[in-house]
């Protein structure tokens, strides 16, 4: 389990004094913050940014899951892999995500993935700006 989702269910279950004063519902309400609230994850494939991702997704979110799917150091050949693969575990827990390869580098690449988000999911309301090349 990537360490950020530990983090946030973590923060989510709480401790048991904690717990106890809040109520099973109000924590089943919190672990589902985002409930749908369409994201954007740019630099998602991997690291952090594939971190926020499954968090969103887990708390409720759509995601549109971006990444050039380039080296580290951001060379190389892009591939989508990265980002879709990110998808697939989405979809494997019941979430909505979709993965976009257009490079955020531009107001034209950044434009057409809100453009896709908005398709995809009819809205946008959240943008991590992970992508660090």
């Not at 109520?23 to 954007?40: K, T």
């Not at 690449?109 to 991590?128: C, E, N, Q, S």
Request: proline residues 2%; contains cysteine.
């Amino acid at each position: 389990m990537p360490t950020t989702v530990a983090v946030l269910l973590v923060r989510t279950v709480g401790v048991h004094g904690w717990r106890a004063r809040v109520g099973n519902e109000r924590l089943r309400r919190m672990a589902r913050i985002n409930e749908g609230r369409v994201a954007i994850v740019t630099g998602a494939g991997r690291g952090i940014g594939r971190c926020h991702a499954l968090a969103l997704a887990h708390q409720g979110a759509k995601v549109v899951v971006n990444d050039l799917g380039g080296t580290i150091d951001g060379t190389g050949e892009g591939s989508l892999t990265p980002a879709q693969e990110v998808v697939e575990e989405i979809l494997s827990f019941g979430g909505e995500a979709i993965a976009y390869g257009e490079s955020v580098s531009s107001f034209v690449g950044a434009k057409r993935m809100i453009d896709a988000a908005v398709d995809a999911f009819g809205r946008l309301d959240i943008l991590v700006n992970n992508a660090g090349i």
